[in-house]
C-alpha cells in the first residue's frame, strides 16, 4: 500500500521556468491538501481539493494552480517560477469522514528555484 | 483567527515520559485538538487527536482540560526516535492549520 506519492522528489528550476508536482494517493480519499514549508517554520497550506473537480484557495496560493481531475491525483502548478518558491511541497489526503481528520502525508518536493 | 500556541523547544531524558504543552484557548466546542509530529525532513505524521475526553493510543496519550483551553500530548517512554518537531493543531472546517511547533529533543 503506497498511501501518498509525490512526484518528482527533488528539483531545480530557473527563475521563469514552469512545473509540474504530482501527487496520488491510492487510499480512495475525497480531500487532497498540497503544503509548502520553508526552513525552520511549519506547514502553509496552498491549495485544497474537496473532491474530483474542485478546488480551493488555501492560505498562500499566490503564484500556484492546481487540478483535481482524477479522484486519486493532485496536480500543483508553477506557470513561472520564483527563487521565493524554493521550499519543500507537502502533499496529504484524508478521508471525508467528519469524525477523523486524519490527514496522511507524502515525503514532500524538495524544490529549488535559482 | 484561533490559533494554538506551543513552546518552541523542550528537551527529555531517553526512557522519561515527555509532556508537551498546547494552549487552544478559542477553539471552538466541537473542534477536536490533533497532535502530529515531522521527524527530520519527513512528512508529518499523525500521532493522537480529541475532542472533550482524554484519549490514549499505542503513540501517545493527550490529556484535554475541562475547559477545553489547553492539552498536554504525553509520550510515556521516550527514545531517541521520537526526536521531532510536534504540531498541536486545531481542524477549521475541512482544513487543519499548522503552527510552528515544539522541537523535542531527546538526550541519551
Known amino acids: 500500500n503506497a498511501g501518498v506519492t509525490q512526484t518528482p522528489k527533488f528539483r531545480v528550476l530557473k527563475t521563469g521556468q514552469s512545473m509540474t508536482l504530482l501527487c496520488a494517493q491510492d487510499?480512495?480519499?475525497?480531500?487532497m491538501y498540497w503544503y509548502r514549508q520553508d526552513p525552520g517554520m511549519g506547514l502553509r497550506l496552498i491549495h485544497y481539493s474537496v473532491g474530483e473537480g474542485t478546488t480551493a484557495k488555501g492560505e498562500v496560493p499566490d503564484g500556484y494552480n492546481v487540478s483535481r481531475l482524477k479522484k486519486q491525483n493532485f496536480l500543483l502548478g508553477l506557470e513561472s517560477a520564483a527563487p521565493s518558491q524554493t521550499s519543500v511541497y507537502f502533499c496529504?489526503?484524508?478521508?471525508?469522514?467528519?469524525?477523523?481528520?486524519?490527514?496522511?502525508f507524502g515525503a514532500g518536493t524538495r524544490l529549488s528555484v535559482l | 483567527d484561533a490559533k494554538t500556541t506551543q513552546p518552541t523547544s523542550m528537551d527529555c531524558a531517553e526512557g522519561r515520559a515527555a509532556n508537551l504543552p498546547c494552549n487552544h484557548s478559542?477553539?471552538?466546542?466541537?473542534?477536536?485538538v490533533y497532535w502530529y509530529r515531522q521527524i527530520h525532513s519527513q512528512g508529518p505524521q499523525y500521532i493522537i487527536h480529541?475532542?472533550?475526553n482524554n484519549e490514549t493510543n499505542e503513540m501517545a496519550s493527550l490529556i484535554i482540560t475541562e475547559d477545553r483551553k489547553s492539552s498536554t500530548l504525553i509520550l510515556p517512554h521516550a527514545t531517541l526516535r521520537d526526536t521531532a518537531v510536534y504540531y498541536c493543531?486545531?481542524?477549521?472546517?475541512?482544513?487543519?492549520?499548522f503552527g510552528s511547533g515544539t522541537r523535542l529533543s531527546i538526550r541519551p
Open positions: 480529541g475532542l472533550k
Open positions: 493543531i486545531e481542524r477549521r472546517a475541512s482544513k487543519i492549520i
Open positions: 487510499m480512495n480519499h475525497e480531500y
Open positions: 478559542t477553539i471552538s466546542g466541537n473542534e477536536y
Open positions: 496529504a489526503s484524508r478521508d471525508s469522514s467528519a469524525r477523523k481528520n486524519i490527514q496522511y
